[in-house]
């Protein structure tokens, strides 16, 4: 299965008390106590698994039905003989329904409670504060316990989610920085993105016991995969101009290196022909690495030579790759009008977009945009602090997407993609791939699959996301995270193409 489906907390919830209902009334007939108890028995494996020698635990339970979560993980634990810390940031007295009856059931097993003033004294930690529950800031009591679990330097392991991180967003103003996280009957969306994957470590899941049949009602967010079947295999009778023609736009003089990665993301993913229309002074280093691309002067007055000529063969136009803000990027804008197809934008285009003024007095376009900003190139799109862009980065999306008509994603930790009607998560990338050029190398990849997948360019532009970002992986598992360069992840895109199926037939 190369997709995942992320739920809402409201949703999670939702599935949680449907199982238990009835079997007469369509549910399980689960107890809250036995989905506890299966939770803290996936818990405690989860936690030997990765803690190989488990003779003590620290775990610190609040008051929802996370804390009863986290209770259950004692009572098993002491079945064992591990030696267990049991702090009661909220004490006993506010504890109600099933958290109430597996603190009971912890004391009944001999576990004493400690209050929130006791020190961690074990080196592994099992965080059962705050459940899907929580937004904003925790209040002081919860966040004395986050920061003490944070700087204890002990192994901790998070209860369905990292305690404070909002479980729709991913947002965290102050959350467990968990080494894994174990998550129950449906994923959810903020450890996904936003400041979900920093804050989570490894995620693990289990359902319970509780199929995909009791969430097939509730709306989902993907989670998406690269795969192999996602970008259709050449077809045997190719030629170059069936495989498209991309013409990437920027490279003022200083920044000629963008627009030479941007081209050759391009041609090593499949393009059929390449032009950059970049400034002159850069032409020597594109002839050096890149032979296979042309070049045209965005500026030229020779007719034969044009930047009009260029773009009426165009597929696609990568915009903005070293493109400045100067006046030559202005009058390299000017040019661009001229093209009515299909537009990514990247980098210093997505600064002239964001001056509508500026970009409709042009006349440059404004249908069939593909847009690929970070938080703050999203940020200046929206007329919004980064600090809002990050909270909701799948709202983000989405409000860019309406904005300017869009098909749009948002680079970061859990990228997200998608349009005005629906988003998706990217399930791939490392913080290795947070360095000069990444984006560029993107850009250029997504207008190769865009001009080879003219009839789905948005499937085409989703694809170029997840591939960039597996490719990304790759050579972070080579050549590790330190090290990777955006020169260095082109040939592993290459790598991952050369898996496409074959034509038959």
């Known amino acids: 299965m190369h997709d995942l489906k992320l739920y809402s907390a409201a949703a999670c919830r939702d599935i949680d008390a449907k199982a238990m209902k009835p079997v007469s009334e369509g549910g399980l007939g689960l107890s809250g106590q036995m989905l506890m108890r299966r939770a803290a028995q996936f818990a405690l494996e989860s936690l030997m698994s990765l803690c190989s020698e488990l003779t003590s635990l620290t775990i610190l339970c609040g008051k929802g039905n996370n804390a009863g979560d986290g209770y259950w993980v004692g009572v098993l634990a002491r079945q064992l003989g591990i030696a267990i810390q049991l702090i009661a940031v909220e004490p ?5 329904g099933d958290a109430l009856t597996a603190c009971q059931r912890a004391l009944e097993a ?9 020190a961690i004294r074990y080196p592994v930690i099992v965080d059962a504060l705050l459940g899907t529950g929580a937004q904003g800031m925790p209040r002081p009591e919860l966040a004395q316990a986050i920061e003490s679990i944070n700087g204890s330097g002990a192994f901790t392991l998070s209860l369905d989610l990292p305690s404070g991180l909002n479980a729709n967003t991913g947002e965290a103003q102050l959350a467990v920085r968990a080494d894994a996280t174990v998550s129950f009957i449906a994923r959810k969306i903020g450890l996904y993105t936003g400041q979900g994957p920093a804050h989570s470590g490894q995620r693990l899941f289990s359902n319970l016991g509780v199929g995909e049949d009791f969430s097939e009602t509730h709306g ?26 991309v013409v990437v736009v920027g490279g003022c003089k200083g920044m000629g290196g963008a627009a030479l990665l941007a081209a050759e993301a391009a041609l090593r993913s499949g393009a059929g022909m390449v032009t950059v229309a970049t400034a002159p002074e850069n032409l020597a280093g594109l002839q050096a690495r890149l032979p296979e691309a042309m070049w045209v002067d965005p500026l030229s007055s020779d007719q034969d030579q044009s930047m009009a000529s260029v773009l009426s063969q165009a597929s696609v136009v990568v915009l903005g790759p070293g493109l400045g803000r100067g006046d030559w990027a202005e009058q390299v804008l000017n040019t661009v009008a001229a093209f009515h197809g299909p537009l990514v934008i990247d980098a210093d285009g997505l600064y002239w977009l964001a001056d509508q003024n500026t970009w409709h007095q042009r006349g440059l376009p404004s249908e069939t945009l593909f847009l690929t900003p970070h938080a703050a190139e999203a940020a200046r799109l929206l007329g919004r602090s980064v600090t809002d862009v990050t909270k909701n980065t799948v709202r983000s999306v989405a409000d860019m997407a309406e904005r300017f008509q869009a098909t749009c994603l948002l680079k970061g930790p859990g990228t997200v993609m998608g349009d005005r009607q629906s988003q998706a998560i990217c399930g791939h990338g490392n913080p290795g791939m947070a360095t000069a050029g990444m984006g560029d190398v993107l850009a250029g990849l997504a207008g190769s699959l865009i001009a080879q997948q003219l009839d789905d360019s948005a499937t085409a532009f989703y694809t170029a996301a997840l591939l960039h970002s597996a490719a990304g992986d790759l050579a972070a598992q080579e050549i590790g995270e330190r090290g990777l360069t955006a020169s260095a992840v082109i040939p592993r895109i290459a790598a991952l193409l050369r898996d496409l199926p074959p034509v038959t037939g």
């Open 92 to 96: 006993k007295a506010q504890l109600t």
């Open 110 to 118: 001999g576990l004493e409670l400690e209050d929130a003033s006791s």
């Open 220 to 245: 989902s967010v993907p989670l998406r995969r690269w795969h192999a079947g996602l970008h259709p295999a050449l077809p045997l009778a190719a030629y170059k101009h069936q495989r498209g023609h």
